[in-house]
């Protein structure tokens, strides 16, 4: 007979003493995270026991032995501490933010909904995989700081994402752990008569129930949604099973789940989001619940409640490649989203074609970003390189206007200082900076005294945490090696892994095929000789997961393995296993240089060479993603330039050239050019320039804050104009967008005017006139404007501006606009007119695709 299954439950928990009740507290809010005075609280207990609960502060309490629980309630100096620590909680949680006092009077009237696949706030929560998850959890981190009325909404995983194992020959292995909920820092959401809260998603043949819980992050709620209840059939019970689990179908179940039952879910805990941002299209699906919720509370139609709705949608894309989009053939996406489109108000063909970039083709996937674009008045890629991808992968969608102006903008990523920088490096700005690199780290000013740091304070703090990371990865192989063969390795072994002397590259991350993980061992004796070299060794640490079912990223770390272990490489390059945000720390706060080097463009942003910059580690990097905004001499180094060969095998051979030049005649010479008191200036000033530059830059702090400037407090004010006074603004601004359309046909540029001759002193200006037919529209449902740019040898307009030229008369539907324009640049340049729409409530192009050109 199999285990029985239980007909009642109930929750045990660890009976503290008096004393030490708020150490619940504490471990309740994933604030200790990135607090080092709660971390260290956590580990003077019990630093093995701590570990051994993989960082997970409900778990740890729980297993701590009795008699050590009764000796620390006693202890006056550890009850000192916690004090402290709760002190600390408290101050943090009722202070001022910066919300407030640029927003004043905002925060009852706006919350934002932050809707993500996976989320990386702690090791301790393994409901992550990589960059978008970590991006998510810092993401949250820094809306905490800031104050932003933000909540977080995902899925709970039961078995999150694989752990990682190698076999003998270097291939990797999945295993899937169960995890307990009720043994982590969550809170499983009740009614007001205790029942756990349940939400409901259609699907075809069947209802399936998510219950849902709550983890607390600093200041913003995270609310995450479970299917293993039992009232779902067993194969609903393990939608959330595993993160990037599953074929098609369980995709689809689940993406219906994040974006249909969160909705459902916030409703259920009495929120109701003014605006909803959709990180990756993973959470598309939003847009059809938000619309029907808003038709029956507003008693309204599909089109006017998705005017209303788009308005307060925003869209971030982390893919660089067509291929990376979730893409659903339309039949399958019928079976499963049919009762709710239909619930929506909108025929199934209709919703079809808002997720093709042809809405016409109907040979063409459906395709979750597509539909995220179409329900959201303002999308961004998160790197200046990436949104210009982003603009040319999704041009077809806007052909009236050039690429450059597809409605794409960009708010780079950036990192949770807080979350990544070391102890030691925290304790060195505290004592060089103030307190204010803590509470503005995106401010430059607080970073310039990075200057005045003596030479041989940071570059001691630097040796220290470069030994802190050998001694993590010793002791890790020797947990590795205990696991794997059941006996105690020998300690030279051990001891002969790595060289705290020896300058330490990191190379940490998934391994996709393009982020080339195997070029460092394109020419092996190259490298043998750079990593032996007998004045200036280096070193190589290397860790990341390859997809469950991506064999080219499983053949990589085996090449990568076996040529660590064949050549009896262990002493200067190594492979650590199970990748995760403990191990990330370690490698980001101890190594010298981090290595980048995916092909170009296909780096969406990426984030790890941004933690090593408050940490004292340098990049090296191929010019893709952040790096190519954030490089400059003297700052890091570029790993190539920005030319990209059609051959990638080439490509490929070029920038391991390029690599091993740099190691072998810049970044090695620098590092061990020591001729005072054994520390090397030269490294240790370009560290410096690297952290007044970067680390402000590359903040959170500072892309919350664009976020909140530029897309979320003007998206809430959108939608709540549009959703105010019985919707007559929204009502007025979808007849306007309807008879815009119906008479476009009619608008055309008659004749353009000028005073330019055909040469013009650089500085000059000149008058431009143009006639223009509008038919049965106004002078005030178009822009007028002069597209101004270089001409291309194809006679096309290059670096282009627009300029808005002024009604100065007309009648009978024949309208004058003029205005001036400044030759503000040498060489061959022209310009052409174009007519668009405008309207103040409605976004164009975005909205409106319309454009009539010369």
Known sequence: MKNPKFSHAFEVV?????????????????RWTWDHATRDLFRTIDKNLWDASEHNPVQFLNSIPKDRLTRLGDDPIFLARLERSVASLDAYLSQE???????????????????????????????????????????????????????????????????????????????????????????????????????????????????VWKAEVGRIPLYLLD????????????????????????RIRQ??????????????????????????????????????????????????????????????????????????????????????????????????????????????AFNMAVLAMETA????????????????????????????????????????????????????????????WR???QEAEVWKGVENI???????????????????????????????????????????????????????????????????????ERLKQILFHPERPVQIVISG?????????????????????????????????????????ALVQGVDLWLNNPRRPYEASGTSGMKVVPNGGLNCSILDGWWDEGYEPGLGWAIGDRSETVDSGHQDWLDSRSLYYLLEHEITPLFYHRFENGVPRGWVAMIKRSIMNHAPQFSTNRMVRDYASQFYMPSAQSFKKLSSEDLSFAKSALQWRDRVRTNWNQVRVVEVKDGAGTSNPLGRTFDLEAVVELGQLSPEDVRVQAVVGKVGPNRELLNTRVEDLTVRGGQDGRFVFAGRVVCDMPGHQGYTVRIVPKHEDVQVPSELNLATWE
């Open 14 to 30: 660890t009976d503290l003493p008096p004393s030490l009740q708020s150490l619940k507290r504490l471990a309740s809010n994933y």
């Open 97 to 211: 933010t910066w919300f407030d006092r640029t927003y004043p009077g905002q925060r009852d009237s706006t919350t934002i909904a932050y809707f993500c696949f996976e989320f990386g706030i702690s090791e301790g929560l393994p409901i992550y995989s990589g960059g978008l998850g970590i991006l998510a959890g810092d993401h949250l981190k820094a809306a905490s700081d800031l104050g932003i009325p933000l909540v977080g909404v995902g899925l709970l995983y039961n078995r999150g994402y694989f752990r990682q194992r190698l076999n003998h020959d270097g291939w990797q292995q999945e295993v899937y752990p169960q995890y307990d909920f009720y043994q982590m820092p969550l809170t499983l959401m009740r009614d007001a008569e205790q029942r756990p809260i349940r939400i409901e998603v259609e699907f075809p043949d069947r209802v399936v129930t998510c219950q």
């Open 227 to 250: 299917s293993n209840v039992l009232e779902n059939q067993p194969m609903d019970q393990g939608i959330t099973d595993s993160l990037y689990g599953g074929d098609e179908e369980m």
């Open 255 to 364: 993406e219906m789940i994040l974006g249909i039952g969160g909705m459902r879910a916030l409703r259920a805990v009495g929120i109701n989001p003014t605006v909803c941002h959709m990180n990756e299209g993973h959470a598309g699906f939003l847009s059809v619940e938000r619309i029907r919720q808003f038709m029956l509370d507003n008693s309204c139609d599909f089109r006017t409640a998705r005017q209303v709705v788009v308005s307060g949608n925003i869209f971030t894309t982390h893919t660089p490649v067509p291929a990376g989009f979730d893409l659903f053939r339309p039949d399958l996406l019928e079976h499963y989203m049919g009762k709710n489109v239909a619930a929506a108000g909108i025929s199934f063909h209709e919703f079809v074609r808002l997720g093709r970039i042809d809405p016409d083709n109907q040979g063409e």
């Open 377 to 436: 008045n303002r999308v961004n890629g998160v790197s200046k390189l990436h949104a210009k991808v982003t603009r040319g992968m999704f041009s077809g969608r806007w052909p009236s206007y050039p690429e450059d102006e597809v409605p794409v903008d960009a708010i780079t990523n950036g990192v949770h200082t807080m979350t990544w920088v070391s102890q030691r490096m925290a304790e060195l700005f505290d004592d060089h900076l103030g307190p204010d």
């Open 439 to 441: 509470r503005n780290p």
């Open 454 to 524: 003596p030479d041989e304070e940071l570059w001691v703090a630097l040796e220290h945490q470069r030994g802190d990371l050998v001694r993590f990865i010793r002791k890790r192989f020797q947990s590795d090696l205990e696991r794997q063969t059941a006996a105690k390795p020998e300690f030279g072994m051990i001891n002969g892994i790595l060289d705290p002397r020896v300058l330490t590259i990191g190379f940490a991350r998934r391994f996709a095929t393009y982020k080339r993980a195997s070029l460092m061992i394109t020419d092996r």
């Open 545 to 585: 997961k390859s997809h469950p079912r991506d064999d080219g990223g499983k053949h990589l770390i085996q090449d990568l393995v076996r040529f660590i272990n064949e050549e009896g490489m262990r002493a200067r390059m190594v492979f650590v296993e199970d990748y995760d945000m403990r191990v990330a720390r």
